[in-house]
């Protein structure tokens, strides 16, 4: 909720949405941007803990699970991240700002279920290993949609 109010911050009503995303100078944009960064930090330190944390809870050496769990938690940015960039690409308006509450939701239904059923952790390892290589595999390419033939 935090980034959708962010990117309203300071804009007429005509400047919201996929428009004004793309203009660097925005306030709300800017500060959105700053929220961003700041929560990919959080979450790099987090995860590192919490991986460390759960190796030492099984009396593990648990030094080599801070850089284990600062990486997983890189890489699960870096995929998430560009997916919902490319989703907030094709939304305008109210819609585009909310995918930062989906992606918060859906973080934390994973951060949930792979503490409650440890397995789970790696499923969403390898679906972030998937999703930042077929979304690498994609960048290039047009959205083509659908399309009515007339």
Do not use: H
Not at 60 to 88: D, H, K, M, N, Q
Not at 107 to 123: E, K, R, T
């Amino acid at each position: 909720m935090v980034a959708y109010l962010l990117e309203r911050l300071d804009r007429p009503p005509d400047q919201t949405g996929a428009g004004a995303a793309a203009d660097p100078t925005s306030t709300g944009r800017v500060a959105a941007d700053v929220v961003e960064r700041l929560m990919l930090a959080a979450a790099i330190v987090l995860g590192a803990l919490l991986f460390a944390g759960t190796l030492a809870g099984d009396d593990e050496t648990s030094w080599w699970g801070i850089v284990a769990g600062a990486g997983c938690a890189a890489l699960g940015y870096a995929a998430v991240a560009a997916l919902f960039a490319r989703a907030r690409r094709r939304l305008t308006g109210g819609a585009a700002t909310l995918i930062n509450a989906y992606a918060d939701g859906v973080a934390l239904g994973v951060a949930a279920l792979a503490i409650a059923f440890s397995p789970l952790g790696y499923v969403a390892l390898a679906a972030f290993v998937v999703l930042a290589v077929r979304g690498r595999g994609q960048a290039g390419q047009k959205y083509q949609g659908l399309r009515i033939l007339r």
